[in-house]
């Protein structure tokens, strides 16, 4: 049987699941981006939740679950991130001052990635 080796790039989640940032793993020749996030899943379980949650790039584009890999393709896989979850002490944010808020200026923020086309649109 024919098979390729894809770098994967692991993010939340997935980063946690497996402790390591990235690695590379041997897959079948006619693999997908969805045979990639089913394989994790079967090694961690607990990713399961996230299944239908993550979103997908192949070499900084984003891409759907249905997409073939190449031999030397590197796949992301980004599942939601939030900046709160149950181990962290909650906010209480007391009203901004009227003269504090105009000396505030708007940091540029990522768009959301449903709004780009590529992984590298969302940073810049």
Known sequence: MTTITVTLKLFAAYQEAYQVPEMQI???ADATVASVRDR????????????????FGVNL?????????KNGDEVVLIPPVSGDDDRSPS??????????RSRVST???PRS???????SDMIN
Not at 50 to 55: A, S
């Open 40 to 55: 994790l899943i079967t090694e961690h379980p607990e990713l399961a939740k996230w299944r239908d949650l993550t979103r």
């Open 91 to 100: 906010c209480q944010h007391a009203p901004a001052r009227r003269d504090a």
């Open 113 to 119: 990635p449903s709004k780009c086309d590529s992984i």
């Open 107 to 109: 940091p540029k923020i």
């Open 26 to 28: 041997e897959l079948p």
């Open 61 to 69: 584009q984003f891409v759907e679950p249905e997409t073939p890999l």
